[in-house]
């Protein structure tokens, strides 16, 4: 199973919204609703910030959203804040095999 | 709340078997909503799933590591066990553990295992 392609960097300024792609195949992120993203600081265990497309964990903040259309999912941060440097990883169910999940390539976000 | 905990050895010999361990504390791993997790993660690059067990016994593998992996059990101690056969230096990693359902929603810290003679 190939791993999702996410750019490998997005930059904003404090304030302004940012998207991440995440994209796939009909085979895992158009598909299924089972699209995740994790958030990782250095040195830091990832951490899921939102779970099946749109949902948000409790805890995360509401500034952190996300999407699917077709093969493609999205992460959308707005207000963006310095705290929100990290590196970001989708991933998605896959039916490439049974049961079997998959990881996207990372994105690093840079807060300007 | 629920936590996870790896623990192994941090160096391992090429060709040798990487044996890792995840205590979960603050929770039954028997939950029937769950399956728990091996994640990993070279210096400087992405997330693998390496693969998955339910409590049950019933395992999931990474087609691309299915050969080398056995995942494990052990609900009399909450604990569940990695096994990864042939190591080479391409499996020197952060190696996490976690609990998932749709996403992975708990990790462990992680442990960094040093594949080298």
């Known amino acids: 199973q190939s791993a999702l392609t996410q750019p490998a960097s997005v930059s904003g300024s404090p304030g302004q919204s940012i998207t991440i792609s995440c994209t796939g195949t009909?085979?895992?992120?158009?598909?299924?609703?089972?699209v995740s993203w994790y958030q990782q600081h250095p040195g830091k265990a990832p951490k899921l910030m939102i779970y099946e497309v749109s949902n948000r964990p409790s805890g995360v903040s509401n500034r952190f959203s996300g999407s699917k259309s077709g093969n493609t999912a999205s992460l959308t941060i707005s207000g963006l804040q310095a705290e929100d440097e990290a590196d970001y990883y989708c991933s998605s169910y896959t039916s490439s095999s049974t049961f079997s999940y998959v990881f996207g390539t990372g994105t690093k976000v840079t807060v300007l | 709340q629920l936590q996870l905990q790896e623990s192994g050895p941090g160096l391992v010999k090429p060709s040798e078997t990487l044996s890792l361990t995840c205590t979960v504390s603050?929770?039954?791993?028997?939950?029937?909503?769950?399956?728990w997790g091996w994640i990993r993660q070279p210096p400087g690059k992405g997330l693998e799933w390496i693969g998955s067990?339910?409590?049950?016994?019933?395992?999931y593998y990474n087609p691309s590591l299915k050969s080398r992996v056995t995942i494990s059990v052990d609900t009399s101690k909450n604990q569940f066990s990695l096994k990864l056969s042939s190591v080479t230096a391409a499996d020197t990693a952060v190696y996490y553990c976690?609990?998932?359902?749709?996403?992975?929603?708990?990790w462990g810290q992680g442990t960094m295992v040093t594949v080298s003679s």
């Open positions: 603050g929770g039954s791993i028997s939950s029937s909503s769950y399956y």
């Open positions: 976690a609990r998932h359902a749709s996403a992975f929603d708990i």
């Open positions: 067990i339910y409590y049950s016994g019933s395992t």
């Open positions: 009909s085979s895992d992120v158009g598909g299924y609703n089972y």
